[in-house]
């Protein structure tokens, strides 16, 4: 495993806890200091960068995964009742094609969240070595 994909994981992490973006780049910072090189750092963050969606629909899912993934679950589950109530396998495989989008979106927008904060987290550390202050 490389380093980028240990720090998304690493990200991934941070996540799935409930606390500002702040303090998730607060816990990432020593991480990722001590345990990558400046030079490849900054290699890091231009790959991702060039990674990052541009377009809207990326945009969106970035920050509103669940929200966009949203009416694939409800297309999923009126699929199901409809399947069930009137026995047709069709809904049934709509339903299953509209679950596995809706998990895909939620997804591809948790792996861009998590690169966002580590892009995050890498701009804080070049400020903080570029601008030091006593903390």
Known sequence: MGQLERLVLMAE?????YS???RKIERLRPKIALSVPLAEQRQ???????????DAIGQLVEKQRQTVALPLW????????????FIQ???LLITIAAG???IRVQKWGW???AKRLVIQTLDDIEERIKNPTKD
């Open 44 to 54: 890091i963050r231009e790959t991702l960068l060039a990674e990052m969606p541009t």
């Open 111 to 113: 792996k861009l969240q």
């Open 74 to 85: 409800g297309i999923a589950g009126l699929s199901m009742l409809l399947g069930i109530s």
């Open 13 to 17: 992490d941070e996540l799935t806890q």
């Open 89 to 91: 396998p069709l809904d």
């Open 100 to 102: 596995y989008a809706a």
């Open 20 to 22: 500002t973006d702040a």
